[in-house]
């Protein structure tokens, strides 16, 4: 295979391990222009994260295009209402964009919030906004006073960032929301479980583990989210985050205000899991049994699904894969989920990660795997083939370059349709890639009468 | 229950879109420019809409979908984005090494006003578009029209840039309009079965619905090549299908390369496939070979064969605006009463006249929104059901909801396969949307049907 020529500035966001001689990756940098990346915008990053909450409206605030490309994509589900899963747009034209959009998103909110009486409004700036400078904030503060409902400015204005700097809107507009709701019935052990969005019903899952551990849920940020739930939030005695990036802001804020200290818990793989329990067990050291109860539930459920484990490992032993997908924090958990069913990865990277998280990804993983900042399909598709993976992790544009090259592939974005977090979703996590890993058609590639 | 946010009572909504019917510019854009060959698409912009663009694209084709981005930034964002695309074309060129490079506009860069031509040019100027390579663009303001302005827009683009005009040859021009790959190879396939020389374009077959070969190509084998584009300007005629995708570029080549132009429904359903072909037969002064009669004579009989079951089933149409007109006559052909149309694409009053004028004897029953939403067309299904639908894969919450029988068609379909190889254009194409209403009718009537009434034979 020709080598590609690499992005002279992007040579220090690649590291292949077996060439390069000091480990220093340029990362947490906005993408090149002219760069086929895989990334996308602060607004996509905010809505990640607050979408989620399924009684609230969530107006996106800007041309058509950005509240339609992101109508009900994201698996994030909801035991109640399903208002979150509509798609409402102050579908800015040109006379907004010269006169600007304020009296529409006031009439639009209006009207909204009479038809669904929701319990609170998130308003979305979009790129468009920032520059035609409405005054967003002051729109939804009258809004709110009318109404007598909390309506929450999002600055997610798309170029002022990275998905990243979403995340962080996002947080400010829930802190905003945190602290306002009645707390006098909730325990001492208790918890909010931050970043964790319910795809798939995994939200449903991990909370049902503390519950049986005798620990009380307070809210879910975000998934299956209630409004009321958010404004009780401060009522928790521990704020246990997932995932690197999403809702650290807002464990750092809530410590701050609240002095609600944090720990950060992956849900993803075995033994990330039962360490999150354990650690999250640990911290209630006065709650006698708590220890116990842990344990048994561990047990039982690694009892429950590590038979088929073992089986699955059988025929993946040795098996190759790469893994591209947006948080760092992810990567470093399928790298040892991988490693449980026998796989080995070949090439790990993230939209996303810092230097920190790519140091931690070296060390995780082999001496010859390459790592990647930011990547485009050229350098994926030639590592891939260079590494001889025989299975992709990665997004929606991931897939069917993965498929193009003959390879299996394993949706861990949102697009994923099964719980993969728990105990329970390794096997889901599992039996998807053997599936893929081992299905026919990639042999059917060659004519063979 | 998905939809229990739809409200029965219908009030007029000025300042809010719910649920749309359309999506923005540079999708639409960023489509035509696959559509030729070597051709990377370029997106002026935040990296946030090109990222949506090609996700939804993807989630459409299940193919990869390649462009670029400006990537601004806040600085871009205040002083313009004049250095990123110089920067961004410079390193596609080195990097990714396309033929083409389709740079369109996004709300962002128009609103800050980027001279597009300027930039390209000075790239020009600075050396950084390589010998025999070349850069294009069009304007694709989002506030503006929706996606398939943004077709439109692309399609003119390659007309503006590229057409010559040059001593005639016998060719004929084939603009397919806002369709699926294989509805773009169907149009050929019937030109070239009429013994016509024609240039298409722009031309996604091959680039959106790719073999699996083991090997990814960035640039796949399809679309129509600059060299075909120059040549266009000679052609003996133009065929623009669709006024809204098509016109624009046709009558821009008329005007470039005085190239005559015959704008037409797109060829969907009987009528508008024989307006076709007799069209390309008049303009290229050739025969309508027997295979193609063959082929409407079958269709012929096989509406015939199940016309029973298709007269007076109430259709309700959520779709694009050329989409829109070229179905309701096909439907109307087959005795249905295509009584409910929406389209999110403003697409005026001219438009809504043609429409109403072919559907004046639906009498009271007719009820059409452009643009509108599918929230309000989920209204009028409360008011009143259908026996059919038809749009794209947002219409299934209604279809659940209201549990009618639907029929997948037009752009984005997220969850079925079939668009990238069955056309729906042509004599075959209205043969497969026919089976594929009737499926869906007689599903339903077998499903709700007694036992007594359950028969074998239909
Ligand atoms: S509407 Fe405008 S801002 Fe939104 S995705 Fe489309 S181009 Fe981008
Ligand atoms: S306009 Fe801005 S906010 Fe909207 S999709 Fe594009 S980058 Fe994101």
Redesign the interface.
Known sequence: MRT????REREKQIFDKAGNGTFEMACDR???????????????GSRVVLYPIADALHLVH??????????D?RGALSSGP??H??????????R??IFGGE??????LC??IA??RPKAAFVYS???V???GDDVAAVCRRVAREQGIPVLPVHSE????TKKDGYKAACDALFSLVGTGDITDIAAVSINILGEFNIGGEAWMIRQYYERMGVQVVSVLTGDGRVDDVRRAHGATLNVVQCSGAMTFLAEQMKERYGIPYIRASYFGIEDTAQALYDVAAHFPDDPGIRERTETLVRDEVAAVMPELRHIRGDLEGKRAAVYVGGAFKVFSLIKALRLIGMRVVLAGSQTGNADDYAHMRALCDPDTVILDDA???EL?RFVIEKQADLFIGG??E???A????LGFCDHNHERKTPLAGFEGMLHFAKEVHLTVTSPVWAL?RRTP | MLLRHTNAEIKERKALTVNPAKTCQPIGAMYAALGVHGCLPHSHGSQGCYAYHRSTLTRHYKEPVMAATSAFTEGASVFGGQANLLQAIDNIFTVYEPEVIAVHTTCLSETIGDDIPQIVNKAKADGKIPEGKYVFHANTPSYIGSHVTGFANMTKAMVDYFAESGPRSRTVNLIPGFVEPADMAEIRRLATGMGVASILFPDTARVLNGPLTGKYRMFPEGGVTIDQLRQSGTSIGTIALGVMASAPAGLAMDSKCKVPCKVLNLPIGLHDTDLFVDTLRRMAGVNVPETIDLERGQLVDAISDWHPYLHGKRVGLVGDPDQLLALSRFLIALDMRPVYLVTGSPAGKKFEESLRDTLSDMGDDLRIAVPGDMYLFHQWIKDRPVDLLMGNTYMKYIARDDDIPFVRCGFPILDRMGHSYFPTVGYRGALRLLEKMLDALLDRKERDSSDIEFELVL
Request: net charge positive.
């Open positions: 590609i020529p690499l992005l906005h993408s090149l222009a002219g760069s086929v990346s895989q990334r996308a915008c602060v607004f996509c800007g041309p058509i295009g950005c509240a339609a490309y992101t109508w994509i399903q208002l899963r509509m798609s409402f747009s102050t579908d800015l034209g040109e907004e964009v009296p529409r998103l006031y009439k639009a009207e909204l038809t669904y979009t790129c468009i920032g520059i035609i798309g170029f002022k960032g485009n399909p050229l598709s929606v544009k897939r069917p370059i498929y193009k090259l003959g590639l």
